[in-house]
């Protein structure tokens, strides 16, 4: 699928990429109040792509645990997570403009420091601006299900991204993910299951831990029946990895 042509032009300085590899482009209005927030807030919380390794404790001003998420949609759940975690750092990867706009937006009416956005394709983010085992966690709540059986392989969560996730996650680190599309739970945790350097941190699906709000859509569908499911899988420690390799 290609961009659509309606899509609103990104303003000076922020990256907004033609070439799309992990996301489906979608046309939004940016509001008034977005793009007020694009304009004063941008210059302060948005990070340029750039294919060169970012520099984390330069880029937030100091020395933190650092959690990326994954297509962060209008920011209501970041921006929850970022205030109660004060002492984690969140680069936060989002491609269409209303998303970052309303995220900025949220940052400058909760007073949040410790965001960062690169509106950009989060696989060229792993790939060029992260180094290995630089992560705390990693965040990826309900990226798009791609209903059709002809579509699954769209899906975000393959066993080559999945791989990558771990090789940037730090020793301990976290991959928390969530759908309210069963199918997509299971292939969620066949895929993260397969992987040999992270393991699960329940016997399968795990509690929604207490950081990740109920969103307003979430909280509709509860209440018409749907269902939501949480994947948390951790990177193994060398401990770990010793133990599994001789079987103990």
Not at 40 to 56: C, Q, R
Not at 73 to 94: D, Q, R, S, V, Y
Not at 172 to 186: K, M, N, S, V
Request: proline letters at 7%; hydrophobic letters at 40%; glycine letters at 8%.
């Amino acid at each position: 699928m290609t961009e659509d042509s309606n899509t609103p032009a990104a303003p000076a300085g922020v990256a907004h990429p033609r070439s799309i590899r992990s996301f489906v482009t979608r046309v939004g209005r940016v509001t008034t109040g977005q793009s007020r927030a694009l304009e004063e807030l941008g210059p302060k919380f948005l990070v340029p792509y750039k294919a060169e390794l970012l520099d984390l404790a330069s880029t937030f001003g100091r020395e933190a645990p650092t959690i990326l998420e994954i297509g962060f949609g209008m920011g209501e759940a970041t921006a929850h997570i970022a205030g109660l975690m004060p002492e984690k750092n969140f680069l936060c990867c989002e491609v269409h403009l209303p998303g970052v706009g309303a995220l900025l937006k949220r940052i400058g009416e909760q007073g949040l420091t410790n965001i960062r956005i690169i509106q950009h394709d989060a696989v060229e983010v792993l790939d060029h601006m992260l180094a290995p085992a630089v992560l705390a966690g990693v965040h990826v709540f309900f990226p798009d299900p791609w209903h059709k059986a002809r579509h699954n392989k769209r899906r975000l969560l393959q066993p080559p991204l999945v791989a990558n996730l771990a090789r940037h996650l730090m020793p301990g680190g976290y991959l928390h993910c969530a759908t309210d599309w069963q199918p997509y739970a299971e292939q969620m945790l066949e895929v993260l299951g397969a992987e040999p350097a992270l393991e699960n941190t329940a016997s399968g699906y795990a509690a929604k831990p207490d950081y990740r709000p109920l969103t307003k859509f979430e909280n509709r569908g509860l209440k018409l029946g749907h269902g939501v499911w949480d994947v948390v899988f951790q990177r193994q420690t060398a401990r770990q990895s010793l133990a599994q390799k001789s079987g103990t």
